[in-house]
């Protein structure tokens, strides 16, 4: 279940990522068992999800970096062009599934409460109350074409918040700064929900 508690402050989330310094990626340890979400997430797809999906995506963005490296290496500036499709989709499925895991709690570590303190106000403030902003995240997330995330976030121009989704594994850049995001992936509920993504959107929170 998603977790809001906890959360401070739109815009408390710490980055994640690649640094410019050469290292390996690798697949982050969950905090709660793979059971621990059911009935809302089985443990079967939270199994798959990150051994499998998310693991992926940090292998073949080690496999991009070192590629790129040896293209850079070689002032390859094609063959560093060619790699960033990859290191984008690979390396946006890193962080975005980081991102989620650290989003999602079961009810015994605040998974399903709502936020406190700066964060509740500002959503109280600008969507009414947290069963409106859910019930807009997720018409947002049903209205995905094809693979992607719906997300909470703040702007940092605006200073408030905002939902918005990125397509494939693109990640939230710029001006904005994820505070939850929904997988909205087949590969995220289908073992379980099939094709009524819908209450997948329900049950996540
Ligand atoms: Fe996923």
Redesign the pocket.
Known sequence: MLSLAGKKAAGSTRAVGSSFVRQKHTLPDLKYDYGALEPAISGKIMEL?HKK??QTYVTNLNVAEEKYAEAAGKEDVKGEIALQAAIKFNGGGHI??TL?WEGLAPTSQGGGSGPSGALQSAIVDQYGSMEKLIGNMNTTAAGIQGSGWAWLVKNTETQKLDVLTTPNQDPVIGKYIPILGI?A?E??YYLQYNNVKADYFKAIW
């Open positions: 999800h999906h998310h975005n599934h989620f997988d992936w590969h995220a």
